[in-house]
């Protein structure tokens, strides 16, 4: 009796569990979808010529409300309440371009024989582990640089 009221308990934990990460997934996959179709918008033209628009019927307003405090503090307000919005929507949509071009580069890595697999992954190592992989790099491109023959040509290097 005592283990059925703990599954019980489990169980019902579970579902109340299930439920909560069911609304964050769905609240995240709206945003994800609102902040695509949002930058997808409000990155053409059209809003740019919309917000110029605005300026200048703003400006033009201005000798009506006698360049008042108050018709200040409308584009004022106006602004910075957009841009404050503007900001995550834009920080989503790099993040999601960022993860998928990471996820890109990694596969490629994956693919290519005699790649190093070390570099799946670099954007979540350190800065001091991304400095030394840095130098090396520099390191790397100074002794190609020396070695150079001239028969190189600027031919293209063969796939290996």
């Keep these: 009796m005592l283990s059925d009221m703990a599954n019980h308990a489990r169980t019902k934990k579970s579902k109340k569990s299930e439920q909560e990460r069911d609304f964050f997934c769905i609240v995240r996959d709206a945003f994800r979808c609102f902040a695509q179709r949002s930058s997808s918008v409000l990155g053409s033209a059209w809003a740019f010529c ?3 628009l605005i300026i200048v019927v703003w400006l033009v307003t201005g ?3 006698h360049f008042s405090d ?3 503090l409308i584009i004022n307000t106006a602004t910075t309440v957009i841009t404050f919005l503007m900001v995550f929507l834009i920080q989503n949509t790099q993040n999601r371009d960022a993860k998928a071009q990471h996820l890109k580069l990694d ?3 994956r693919a290519v024989k005699g790649a190093r697999n070390q570099l799946v992954d670099l954007e ?3 800065d001091d582990d991304l400095k030394k992989l840095e130098d090396q790099f520099r390191r ?3 002794h190609s640089e020396n070695s150079r023959t001239g ?4 031919q293209p290097a ?3």
């Design 124 to 126: 979540e190592l350190s």
């Design 140 to 142: 790397l491109r100074k």
């Design 50 to 52: 919309g917000a110029v």
């Design 70 to 72: 108050t018709w200040q």
């Design 151 to 154: 028969s190189d040509n600027g």
């Design 158 to 160: 063969r796939s290996r």
């Design 63 to 65: 000798p009506t409300f």
């Design 107 to 109: 596969e490629l890595i």
